[in-house]
């Protein structure tokens, strides 16, 4: 019980429009502490359904999962979200975002003051505090909701594609920046992308997800050297690593596409 | 538990932007800045037309030299309503206070009402046609009905706007408490959030413009009907005054009683305009 995420065997049936859908089937997965793993897969392939499982806002139908050895049923204060979209609210400013899960947890603002303005540094946010997310730049919100997922220091943080609504240029600037947080704070991060190549800069170990229902497919340990040097997203054998993660998505498709049972979600987002 | 945070169990929110727009009703937004004033100028540009009409109108009355029982000139209108402060002045008082108490009823229940109801989509789907009866019927039309079981008194009237105003208040906060945001909601339970914080912290703010503008229409409404009631019968309440100076073709009383009512409406758009600008802005 070493590991600080243990995911074992879990599945996810949920109900929908049009009948019950099996978005996650069996899946295990297994993260050591200060440890960062990503998690690809096809577009619907239940990645997000697995991560939100692990919030414990969305339980699972079977399996077992725990974290920091405690089963996985309610969200935790050891465990920081951050979401698809930077999900601020829109009445509260910067400063008072980024407060908003102390003030659920009834937490003593004042011991907190000199710790929050050392992330708003961090991420470069100094001189926003008063102002509201409708005035910032969709990368800034997404900074500012990194800050707020970090303000009461959880160990674990999981994040569902957070970088996906971002432009590309931003998206780099963003991984870029998280590494640096990870480096500084050392939490264990478990990261859902669709998009390869950030898995493989930011990850240590790679889990790749069949398509639907979701499964292990393979394990990818990223042997690039850490921190990562500049111009390593050019480099001959990081496009090794993407090309065969790749492969392995587009090979599990074509499996399932000639076993009848693939359901049609677009797969042109990993090719 | 709260209905969207069983939903939440199920599915998993889409993160759209666009979930806090409006969803019916009027847009405060419209109101608070037509409020806004901007520089010396708007508000000179104002006061111009105001002289205009009133100068020209003035000019008007004494030029054809129409009578004032048909149609008295600012003047006399603003003698009028020096000359008969001290007569008026009770009535403004006991029609500001059957509107204040109807009102105050009216909104807390309209208000409960609507936080509860959406809690409960069954019952507020069963409920919702009679809120829309009551809407739909002048509540006016009843107050003969109060009025012979309470007697003329101020009790009828009181009842009258709050059965006015409340349903007023209540279908716009309906609509509010409807906005929910999956999103937000998740967000405020993964730290752990009890459904009283949740509605606190998430579901009233999201409500709020919609509710301001609940309470701003709800004031107007309830102040048509306490004017409304005060002519039906009984003695006093500036609706009474203004049966009363017409019926004597007292057209500078009666419009000097017409300035207090609309002082009233102005008063009551503008304190929800302010409270709407610094309350619901984020939403522009």
């Known amino acids: 019980m070493d590991n600080v995420i243990d995911v074992k065997k879990v599945t996810k049936v949920y109900a929908s429009e ?64 951050i979401f698809q979209q930077a999900n601020l609210l829109p009445w509260r400013t910067l400063i008072q975002n980024i407060k908003f899960p102390l003030e659920i947890m009834k937490e003593d603002l004042k011991g907190y003051e000199q710790r929050l303005q050392e992330l708003i540094d961090s991420v470069e946010l100094s001189g926003f505090e008063g102002h509201y997310p409708r005035e910032l730049s969709g990368g800034m919100q997404q900074r500012a909701s990194i800050v707020r997922a970090l303000s009461y220091d959880p160990e674990v943080l999981l994040m569902d594609e957070p970088f996906g609504a971002l432009d590309a240029y931003t998206r780099d600037e963003m991984d870029t920046l998280l590494l640096n947080l990870w480096k500084k704070t050392k939490k264990t991060i ?27 497919s393979a394990v990818f340990k990223i042997d690039l050297p850490r921190p990562r040097p500049e111009g390593i997203t050019i480099d001959r054998k990081f496009f090794e690593i993407v090309a065969e993660i790749k492969k392995t998505i587009v090979r599990d498709v074509e499996k399932q596409k000639e076993s009848g049972a693939y359901q049609s979600q677009a797969y042109s987002t990993v090719t | 538990m709260d209905v969207y945070e069983k939903q939440l169990e199920e599915e998993i929110p889409e993160f759209e932007e666009s979930s806090h727009e409006q969803q019916g ?16 100028q708007q508000v000179l540009g104002i006061l111009g037309v105001a002289v205009i009409i009133l100068g020209g109108w003035e000019l008007l009355v004494h030029i054809f030299k129409v009578p004032e029982f048909v149609f008295p000139a600012p003047s006399a209108i603003a003698v009028a309503f020096v000359k008969s402060f001290t007569n008026v002045f009770p009535h403004f008082l006991i029609t500001l206070s059957e509107l204040v108490s109807g009102y105050v009823i009216g909104a807390s229940i309209g208000l409960v009402l609507a936080a509860v109801l959406t809690q409960a989509p069954y019952i507020e789907k069963i409920i919702t046609p009679y809120i829309l009866i009551l809407i739909t019927t002048p509540t006016i039309a009843l107050v003969p009905l109060l009025m012979l079981k309470l007697g003329f008194t101020i009790v009828p009237r009181i009842i009258a706007v709050a059965l006015a105003s409340g349903p007023m208040v209540m279908i716009n906060a309906t609509t509010g408490f409807r906005r929910t945001d999956l999103a937000k909601i998740a967000l405020a339970k993964s730290y752990g959030a009890s459904t009283f914080q949740i509605f606190k912290k998430i579901r009233f703010p999201l409500a709020l413009p919609m509710i301001i503008v609940g309470l701003l229409v709800g004031g107007i409404f309830g102040l048509i009907t306490a004017v409304g009631a005060d002519m039906v019968g009984g003695k006093m309440g500036l609706g009474n005054k203004l049966g009363y100076y017409s019926s004597l073709a007292r057209m500078a009383n009666f419009f000097a009683v017409l300035v207090l009512v609309s002082a009233i409406g102005i008063s009551i758009w503008i304190i929800f305009s302010r409270i709407g600008k610094k309350w619901a802005s984020w939403q522009e």
């Open chain 1, 190 to 216: 478990a990261f859902v992308t669709h998009r390869i190549e950030e898995a493989v800069y930011l990850a240590n170990r790679v889990y790749v997800m069949t398509p639907r229902p979701g499964t292990n």
């Open chain 2, 25 to 40: 009703g009027f847009d405060i937004s419209s109101t608070v800045s037509a409020v806004k004033i901007h520089g010396w």
């Open chain 1, 18 to 81: 049009r009948g019950p859908v099996h978005a996650v089937d069996k899946f295990s997965m297994e993260v050591a502490e200060g440890d960062f793993v990503a998690i690809v897969g096809p577009s619907g392939c239940g990645k997000t359904t697995l991560l939100w499982g692990l919030t414990g806002l969305h339980p699972f139908t079977a399996g077992r999962a725990f974290i920091l050895g405690k089963e996985v049923d309610k969200p935790r204060r050891e465990v920081g979200i």
